[in-house]
């Protein structure tokens, strides 16, 4: 779920050294974990990542949190604001243990969202990104809980969950799914995965 997009500047920097678009807690195992369980055996999450990496003047944090569903009633939530053209978010989801199939489809739909808002024509500030996001919410799949949901994240999320349980086979869905949802994905330059992912492989 993509929820209300705030004016607050206090998250970035604090991943460590890297110009990757997706960053990850130095501390947060776990999460390196998923992707790389997601990048292994899902060919639309590879392309989703992908995606998320060539979005321009964008920072983007990803993160376990512990306490997510007992103090939010929430499974995954992503936060977005605007500086000066910058687009910052923070992607949250309930820490569960390696081998979740719902992580996984929790994880890839928040990365769904933030590709969303990050192809959205972006303002100064955040005030300028509400109303873009606004218009590609689906009230009726949102539930009871505030915030703004869309179909295309829903159905990345359970795609990538069905290419992990091999019920799908077949090549990345990405485009498709976009198309059907009205998302102008753009040309995918080159499959590039975040930086630190590489240095982080057999952890």
Known sequence: ???NVKGQSDHAGKTGATTSVLRVLP???????????AIAGSATAR????RVEQLQDCVLILR???LLTEQEHLLGRGKFWVVRGHLYGLLEYQAEPLGSYRAMRIINHELAHALEVGL????TDTASLRPLVLARENEEARGPVAGVETEFARAVGYRVQLELQGRLQSP???STVADDTHLALGTLAAARLPSWMHASEGQ
């Open 27 to 37: 501390d947060d195992r776990l999460t390196r974990q998923h992707l790389a369980r």
């Open 64 to 66: 376990a949190h512990p």
């Open 120 to 123: 959205l024509p972006r303002g």
């Open 1 to 3: 779920m993509c929820d």
């Open 172 to 174: 990345s869905a990405l």
């Open 47 to 50: 392309e989703l990542i992908a």
